[in-house]
Structures are given as C-alpha cells and as structure tokens.
C-alpha cells in the first residue's frame, strides 16, 4: 500500500467515525482539546507530518510546533500549529476550533488565523475543526470588520475529505511539499493575493503615531528644540514597541500597558511602566540617567490611548507573537531614516 492509498484509509475512518457520532461531537462539551486529539492530529499524520515528534528532533528542527494556548481578551494567543520544513522555515499555520464552532461563518475564527498569518508572513494558513477545513490567503490585510468569507481560498467540510482527497493530499502532505506542490498551489492562486505586507503596513503605522507624538509633544512642551522632538517621540515610539512585543511573547503580562489607560495622565503612567522595565532590562532604551527629557513630558491622553488602543486586539491586525524580527527590521530601518521637521504650521 502507498502511502498515499494509507493516508485515504486512514481519512475515510475518520470521516466515517465522525458521521457516526456528530451530534456527540457538535456538542459545545466535546472541546478543542479532544477534536484535536481525536481528529485533527490523526488527519494530519495521515498526510505524513510528524505531529508527535516521533523523530526526537530539537525544537529548532520539529516539523510541527503546538503552541500553548493563553486566552487572553478573549483571543488565543498563538497558533495551535505551525507546520514547518528546512530546518524550521514555517509553511503555514492550522488553528483548531471544535466541531460546535460555525467555521464558515463566524467572524472571529478567520480574523484571529489571517492576523497571525499575515503578523508572520505566510501566504495561507487553515482553520480547522475537521468538520470544516477553511483555507485562506494571509497577503490581505485583516480587518476585524471582514466576514468570514473576505479572503478565503477553498472551503470544504468532512463529507468533501474523500471527494477532494488528491487536493488534499497533492497540496498537503508532507511527502508533496517537500515535492514543490504547496508553491505550486500558491502559484495558482496568486490571482487572489493582496498587496498589503506586514513590514509595510507596520511602517505605515509607525509613521502615523510618529506625526501624532510629535504634534502632541510639540504643542504641550514649548521648551523643546526639533532635536529634542524627534528624540522624545523616538524613545516614546520604541519603547512602547518593545513592551507591547514582549507581552505577545509572554515576557510582560498582556495587557500591561492597557493599565496605563485606566485614570490620571496617561503619559505619566506609561513613564512609571518604562521606570519599571529600567529595573528589569539591562537595555540602553530604558536609561534614563542620559535621558532627561522623557520623564517631564506632557502628551494629551487621547494621543496615548490611540497609540495603545491600536496595539491591540482586535483593533491591531499585528500578533507581535508571530512578527519576526527581520520584519520588524525591515519597517524599522525605513523609520529610522526619517526625521520630523518642525515648521509653523505643520509636520514633515
């Protein structure tokens, strides 16, 4: 038997075994623990990936990465999977729901997989709770307004898996991406892409809350040169940044910065939280023996919670999580290059 013709045996058992018994599985108890254990897993062994990591690789060379699941603000903050190749090169990502999630309709699922797909640069990724399997194309910018529908590829639910088996199989095992069939089938659906990348749109927002910084810290701090401007909103910019990174990947507590929003001047909070993280970070970025500027700044609050706000799900379409750190170079290096210039009446 080929191992193709095993992989079919073994989908048909558990499309059979699900048909079965679906309405136990559509009920809201059976969970996303046990639909991946059950099913997910098994569908994607079947097309030749190393779920369990049989193989005793290091984590660096595991074709499959589970991540731990951390619900916070009602998101799941990473990917269930992230299937991988040449030496942990990612290929896409599979959130799992359970069965009892309406996949093709539901707003949240695809806006939460497209976010992570598109924060990590990946062409697709797939949501999947084995009753549905839902593919889509990660190049478009996600909005939390887009119905489910906005940017997907293919849809196909259990009763297509025999049907739509050689896509299945031709697409996504394992055997045929090492063959170039998953490039093969990006090629063929480069019609649907979009042209807002991650590094680009990221500039574009640095760029945004840049000019926003500046007229705030402008107007409110009369004593300031353009040097000192451009260094304040600098420093302001960065280190926001790189606590709002360090939360997505579980070094802060998510939502940290949020506090700063609660009451009082908002500014001034967020400076005792950068006071903090000079005694935790051993980093230039929090020094501020050299910086005698940033503790006496006045910023108008709506300018701080504007910033924050669109950090965050689900105004934010970034999953800092997943935004790689040649991505945030790239928008990085671009910003960097750019200098605020003061004149009478505007920004430039």
């Known amino acids: 038997m080929t191992n193709k013709e095993s992989a079919f045996k073994k ?3 558990l499309v059979e075994r699900f048909d079965e018994q ?63 190749i040449g030496g942990g090169k990612r290929l896409f990502f599979v959130e799992a729901k359970k069965p009892s999630v309406a996949i093709k309709d539901d707003i949240l699922p695809a806006y939460q997989i497209r976010r992570y797909g598109w924060s990590a640069k990946l062409p697709i990724s797939i949501i999947t709770d084995f009753e549905e399997f839902s593919i889509y194309d990660c190049t478009k910018k996600p909005i939390p307004a887009d119905k489910a529908s906005v940017a997907r590829i293919k849809y196909i ?14 697409t996504f095992s394992k055997e045929h991406v090492l063959k170039g069939s998953f490039d093969k089938f990006l090629l063929s659906s480069a019609n649907k892409k979009g042209t807002a990348t991650v590094d680009k749109e990221f500039l ?45 990947r579980s070094v802060e507590p998510y939502g940290n910065l949020k506090d700063a929003l609660k ?5 001034q909070n967020l400076f005792r939280i950068f006071k903090e993280a000079d005694d935790k970070y051993n980093s230039g970025l929090f020094d501020f023996k050299k910086d005698q500027i ?16 669109e950090l965050y799900y689900p105004e934010s379409p970034y999953e800092f999580s997943v935004l790689s750190v040649e991505i ?21």
């Open 328 to 348: 945030l170079g790239s928008a990085y290096e671009q910003f960097l290059g750019k200098v605020i210039r003061v004149t009478k009446k505007k920004f430039i």
């Open 204 to 248: 574009q927002s640095l760029d945004s809350w840049r000019t926003y910084l500046a007229t705030s810290i402008s107007w409110n701090n009369k004593d300031l040169d353009e040097d000192e401007i451009n260094f304040a909103v600098q420093q302001t910019i960065d280190r926001i940044i790189f606590l709002r990174i360090a939360e997505d």
């Open 22 to 84: 679906f309405d136990s599985y559509k009920n809201v108890n059976y969970n996303e623990t046990l639909t991946r254990r059950d099913f997910i897993d098994p569908f994607f062994k079947a097309l030749g990936w190393d779920i369990d990591n049989e193989q005793g690789y290091a984590e660096a060379y595991r074709e499959v990465i589970h991540e731990d699941k951390v619900k916070v603000g009602g998101a799941t903050k990473a990917p269930d999977y992230s299937f991988r």
């Open 157 to 170: 639910t259990y009763k297509d898996y025999l049907k739509e088996f050689d896509f299945i199989w031709d």
């Open 263 to 267: 009451q009082g001047e908002y500014y």
């Open 11 to 13: 989908i048909s058992e």
């Open 294 to 309: 940033s503790k006496n700044l006045k910023i108008d609050n709506k300018v701080i919670k504007t910033i924050i706000s």
